[in-house]
């Protein structure tokens, strides 16, 4: 086993470091934002012709797919996380051989595939909505609630979680040129 500065035969294992870093990222992100949807406060709007509008994030769909959009991208993640931890986490050298040693492999890639899917389009979509239904949701900024606020953070949040989790693909593929922990010689 070798530790700190010694030399060793290892491979490198940076891009593995990066990649479960920008992955928990991912996970922090994606669920913060739902959180912050989620509990976008109500708003009271009095129209024009007087009548009183309350809007809460369920009154715009785009917002809805984005909460349970991220949800599930989070959840995916965290079973990413798992596996990449795990024996067989989508390394080629496990050892095994067979479809059961690559199992976990596959597994990785298209649950890597999905979170990447839903986590883009709940990002796209509320950044739709937020172009769509300005005027809506900016008369809540003025003067009653924080939903305009929380509404543009979750936004940035989901952008950030997309950001993520696109360079955690990248760098679990791309090989880093360190080590970050102690290699193992098993």
Same mark, same amino acid.
């Given at each position: 086993m070798?530790?700190?500065?010694?030399v060793n035969d290892d491979e490198p294992n940076g891009s593995k470091a990066v990649s479960l870093v920008l992955r928990l990222s991912t996970l922090a992100l994606a669920l913060t934002s739902a959180?912050?949807?989620?509990?976008a406060s109500e708003c009271t709007?009095?129209?024009?012709n007087g009548v009183v509008a309350t809007i809460t994030?369920?009154?715009?769909p785009p917002f809805v797919y984005l909460v349970g959009f991220n949800i599930a991208a !989070?959840?995916?993640?965290?079973?990413?996380i798992y596996l990449r931890l795990s024996k067989g986490g989508g390394d080629d050298d496990n050892g095994g051989e067979g479809f059961a040693a690559k199992l976990p492999g596959i597994l990785l890639v298209v649950i890597d595939v999905a979170v990447q899917a839903l986590i883009y389009t709940a990002t796209g979509g509320v950044f739709a909505a937020v172009s769509a239904y300005g005027p809506q949701i900016n008369a809540c900024g003025a003067g009653a609630g924080r939903f305009c606020g929380?509404?543009?953070q979750s936004k940035l949040l989901s952008f950030a979680?997309? !950001?993520?989790v696109g360079l955690a693909v990248v760098f679990r593929?791309?090989?880093l040129p360190f080590s970050l922990w102690p290699t193992s010689s098993d």
């Open positions: 070798s530790y700190g500065c010694h959180v912050v949807m989620a509990t709007v009095i129209q024009r994030y369920k009154d715009f !989070a959840m995916l993640e965290a079973v990413a929380q509404v543009h979680g997309s !950001a993520a593929d791309v090989s």
